[in-house]
Every structure is written in C-alpha cells, then in structure tokens.
C-alpha cells in the first residue's frame, strides 16, 4: 500500500492515454518518452488537473477511484506541482510567490513540514525575495517555482520538465539542486522528462511512455539495458548506466582511474574521493566493439566481455548489441555490416571500445571527498 | 444671468448616475466577465453578443425597448408596484438601469479580455497550491485581470456620462431627476442659451480628453507583461 499506484484509461481528445503504474513513495521515479508520447497527461491526471477515468492511491489514500465515485479536487491534493514554465504569480514578488501556498496548508496535512529558511538555503534564492518574478533569470525563476512547490507542504512532488525551457547554464545551474531536494528531503517525486541523461542523473526508477501507453517500468539501470525500447527512447539516447569504484586521481592529467567490475578504467578527473562508488553513463553509439584487444589507439577504456545479445534494425544500417563485462553490461550501437564481417554472435568474447563516458554522479548521496 | 446652481444640478446628477452605474456594472459585470472568458458553453457567443447589442444599436432602440420594460405595463412597472410607485421609467432608478445596459459591452469586454488573456496557467498553479477556485479567484484572477477592471471601470464610467439617445428616452428631462449632462446641452442650445451650452460642452471637452489620457497612462503603469 505504501506507494504510488496509478493507472488511466481514457481519450483526450484524438489522444488515447492508457497507463498503469506504481511507483516508490521515496526517491525519483521518471516519467520518461518522446514528446506527445501522454507524460504530462499523466502528471496532470495525478495532480487531478485533467480527469480521465481511472484509479489513483497515494501511500494508501484514494485520491480517484471511478468505482466509488472518489475524485478529490485538485486544490485538496497535497502535491507540489512544478510546470515547465516557472508560472510564476507575476503581480507577487518572490516572497510572495513562495508563501502562497505555504500560507494554505498546515501540519494537519500530514504533509512533510518543510521549514521555510530550509527551502530558501537548500535553494539558494535568499537573495531574491525582495524582487518581482520579471526580475529574474529562467533558472531562478525556476527555482523559485520548485521552493514555492516544496513550500506547500506536499506529500507527492510533480515536475513536468522543469528545465526543459532553460538554456545549458540555468540547467547545470538547476540540476544540483534538484539532487540536493532529493538527498535532503525524504519525499517522492515524479519527474517528467524527454532527456535520458536527466534521467540518468536523477532517478533512480523509471516509467517509459510511448504513444499514450506503459512500454518499461524498473530501475533506470536495467530499463536503459533493454533492446527493444528504441521507440520510446530514441536511438541516440540509448545507453547504460554502471557503478564503478574510485581508485586514484591523476591531478596532472585531469584523469581518475576507477575500478568497473574488477577492470580499470579512465575516466575524466572526478570529485570523489578513493573507494567511493559512482555512476556512470555509458552511451550505446560511443562503444564500438573489437574481437582482440586493439593496439596503437587512442580509446583508453578497452573493456573485456562476452556479447549476450543482438538486435539488428532491418530498415537501417544498425544493430545493437548488448556485452556482459562481468556484472554489468555496455549497450554497443554498431553497423550490421559490422556484424557479418566480424561474425559477431552471442556468447563471442569481444573488446569493447569505450570512447566516452559520462560522470552522473556520486552513487551514494552525501558523501564528500 | 449665470445661475451656477442651475449648471451644477445636471452635473451632479451625471456623476451620480455614472458612479452607480459603474459601481453596478463591476458586480454584474465581472460574473459575465468570468463566465464568458472560462465557460465552454454552446451558447457563451450567444449571450456575448447580447451584452454587445447596445454597441451597434441605436440608442433610441434600445431606449424604445427599456421604456416599455420599466413602464407600468412592464416588468419595471410590476416592480416598482412593490414600493407604491406606478413606473420605473423617467425616475433616476430607471435611468441606473437603463444605463446598465446601455454600458454592459464597455465594462464587460475589457474585463473579459483580461480574464482570457492570461489563460489557464496561473489558476491551475493556485490550484496545485491548495488554493480552492473562490480563493484564486480573489488572489490571483483579479489582481491579474486588474488592467481589464481598470479600463472596463473608466470606459464604464465614461460612456454614462456621454449617454444622450437613451436618456431621453426613458428619462426624459425632469430637472434634479433625469435631466443629466447630455440632455442639459441640448436644452440649453434649443433655448439658445449659449453661455451655458459652452461651459459644460467645454467641460465634457477636457473631461474626455482626461478620462482618455488617464486610461492610457494607467495602462502604461499597471501593464506588467507576465514570463
């Protein structure tokens, strides 16, 4: 009982939405598609802005069942919503902005009492409280929205791609925040977004939406191995993420060696101390795949596997392929010319070619170098 | 010769009649208002066009129509009956009502612009913000529909003051009851008395003049472009 339970059946429109789901009542869980793939739908259906007929429970309340005729109103659901845009009040400064819902709600809620200094630290917008919304940047003004949500007292945190309307800088300005929300605060959040390494770097669970219906549902780790999501995920995008533990760090050349299942890897200087464990990205089309170790190249991660399995794409030139590195595996995204002339199969040992890899972050929140 | 008392009488009476109506028109008009801008109704364009009659019609049609209305033998006669008097029509009442009608689409339009202009978006974030549809009515659609109120509240205003066709006919030219403005100019050229014509003519001038300029310039200050 003690989780998210969702599940919509209905048409909006020429839009058919047809999605069951539950997700843990801690951590983030993303909502995760292609653009019109019904992901904002289903936030708005939970937040109890548009209504489709269905059922919802929230850690054992019943906030929608069609059966019993339940549907509460969306002003009497304690979630904090976070548009894309900031949507901020424009005829309230900050503070203002802030407390409007704060001023709303009380303990008896039952909702998780956020001080208020507490929101305004962990988000850093001390400074702008005298100001109006049209003063602000995009990432503060986002920022804002996110303490504003988290001022309400919510039991259940929505974001609808909360950065997708920023430039690179407001995003990398906003992400740590959000991580920060996450360490800090124990309270679930559904997040919506088209951009796997968002995904990556923040969930831990995930929900794969395509064409109004539920493709994927698991940890992130294991729905990102999977072959067949290519629709939902879009193909560029595809890749896995893996654990690996911190070595040493080489100061001079920007490089820290990290440990991936008993095999050394290189990857750029990172902010964790030896013996830490982080999370790595690994993209499909940045691995390529040798049958003996290459020589004379300059990939320094050449990492040893066994290829588990093969998806060609009959319409394109591509296939891709799944190596086991002996507790993990790396998605490759090869030619199928590839395939044939290096008489690649299950179960053939290969080496894979691992050109770059993306630092997500610390596996385990809080800790410090 | 001047008699000022004589002049200040239909002015009095005109900026009475135009504070009440305007005051009437903002608690009738801001429902219809909001009911016009958010409704999905089949026949919301219908009851728009309604309220926007009196733009095109003819002032002596609409008034033809609302002297019947609050004569005896209308439905303002019937009420009317209720306190011992026989008609609605030639009182000042008559003309309140009249001139509601009559200014409706000046109050209504920009109140209902305003109400559609900034969607949906900052009701549903109330919304999500615990705040029930009374609630961010009060504190968020009105504080962001202000410029509507504003222009709608000076339009409103402004139009009664300039009402001419429908006055006279329903009101007639009953001194210290009916005889507004409008109609004093009116007299005081049929009688020739032309000194008395230029003062409130030229008073009307830059009252216009001012209402216009005032309307523009708080537009200027009170229009805060959203994000």
């Not at chain 1, 630290?121 to 920022?143: F, H, K, N, V, Y």
């Not at chain 1, 929300?181 to 939406?209: F, G, K």
Request: glycine share 10%.
């Amino acid at each position: 009982m003690n989780a998210i339970e969702a599940a919509f059946n209905g048409t909006l429109g020429s839009f058919q939405l047809d999605v069951a789901f539950t997700a843990p009542t801690r951590g983030i869980t993303a909502v995760f598609g292609q653009s019109g793939c019904g992901k904002t739908s289903v936030l708005r259906c939970i937040a109890g802005l548009t209504r489709l007929p269905g059922r919802l429970s929230v850690g054992g309340d019943i906030w929608q069942d069609d059966e019993t005729g339940v549907f509460r109103k969306p002003y009497r659901r304690p979630i904090g919503y976070v548009f894309q845009e900031a949507s901020l009040f424009p005829h309230l400064s900050v503070a203002g902005n802030l407390t409007y819902g704060a001023k709303r709600t009380s303990r008896e809620d039952g909702g998780n009492g956020v001080a208020f200094d507490d929101v305004v630290d962990l988000l850093g917008i001390a400074p702008l409280m005298g100001r109006t919304p049209t003063a602000l940047s995009g990432g503060e003004r986002q920022r804002v929205a996110i303490g504003r949500a988290l001022l309400s007292r919510p039991r259940l945190m929505l974001m609808d791609e909360p950065l997708a309307a920023l430039d690179r800088f407001a995003k990398d300005e906003i992400l740590p925040y959000l991580e920060a929300i996450q360490d800090s605060l124990a309270m679930p959040i559904l997040y919506v977004s088209h951009d796997m390494s968002e995904v990556a770097r923040l969930a831990e669970h995930m929900i794969v939406l395509n064409k109004g219906c539920k493709v994927a549902e698991g940890e992130v780790g294991q729905v990102l191995e999977r072959l067949d999501l290519h629709p939902a995920t879009g193909r560029f995008e595809a890749g896995v993420i893996v654990t690996a533990r911190v070595i040493d760090h080489d100061d001079t050349l920007k490089i820290t060696h990290a440990e991936l299942y008993g095999q050394k890897i290189d990857i750029p200087l990172v902010d964790a101390g030896p013996g830490h464990e982080i999370r790595l990205r690994v993209r499909a089309r940045d691995v390529s795949l040798a049958t003996e170790r290459p020589k004379g190249i300059s990939i320094r991660n050449v990492i040893a596997g066994k290829i588990t399995e093969i998806n060609e794409e009959p319409e394109t030139a591509y296939a891709e392929t799944l190596v086991d590195i002996g507790g993990a595996r790396l998605r490759a995204r090869i030619t199928r010319a590839s395939v044939a002339d290096l008489a690649l199969r299950p179960g053939k040992p290969v080496y894979a070619l691992v050109k770059s890899i993306t630092f997500d972050r610390r596996a385990f929140a809080g800790e410090t170098r | 010769m001047l008699e000022f008392s004589e002049l200040w009488s239909p002015i009095r009476l005109t900026i009475e009649l135009a504070a009440i109506t305007t005051v009437a028109l903002l608690l009738i008009g801001t429902p219809i208002a909001w009911w016009l801008a958010r409704s999905t109704s089949r026949f919301k364009e219908i009851i728009a066009t309604v309220v926007a009659l009196p733009l095109v019609l003819p002032p002596t049609v609409l008034g033809f129509y609302l002297l019947v209305a609050l004569g005896p033998d209308g439905p303002g006669g019937a009420f009317a009956g209720l306190y011992g008097a026989r008609s609605l029509a030639f009182t000042f009442e008559g003309l309140v009502i009249g001139s509601v009608f009559y200014s409706m689409p000046f109050v209504v339009q920009p109140i209902r612009n305003a109400f559609e202009a900034f969607g949906e978006r900052p009701l549903e974030v109330a919304a999500t913000l615990r705040a029930s549809p009374w609630d961010s009515f009060w504190t968020v659609a009105v504080p962001l529909a202000r410029p509507g109120f504003m222009t709608g509240a000076v339009l409103g205003f402004a139009h009664t003051v300039g009402e001419f066709g429908v006055v006279l006919m329903i009101g007639g030219n009953i001194p210290g009851e009916t005889r507004v403005l409008s109609v004093a100019i009116y007299d005081y050229v049929e009688t020739l008395q032309w000194t008395q014509a230029h003062i409130l003519a030229g008073g009307m001038l830059v009252f216009s003049f001012a209402v216009i300029l005032t309307m523009t310039l708080l537009q200027k200050r009170f229009w805060r472009p959203g994000e």
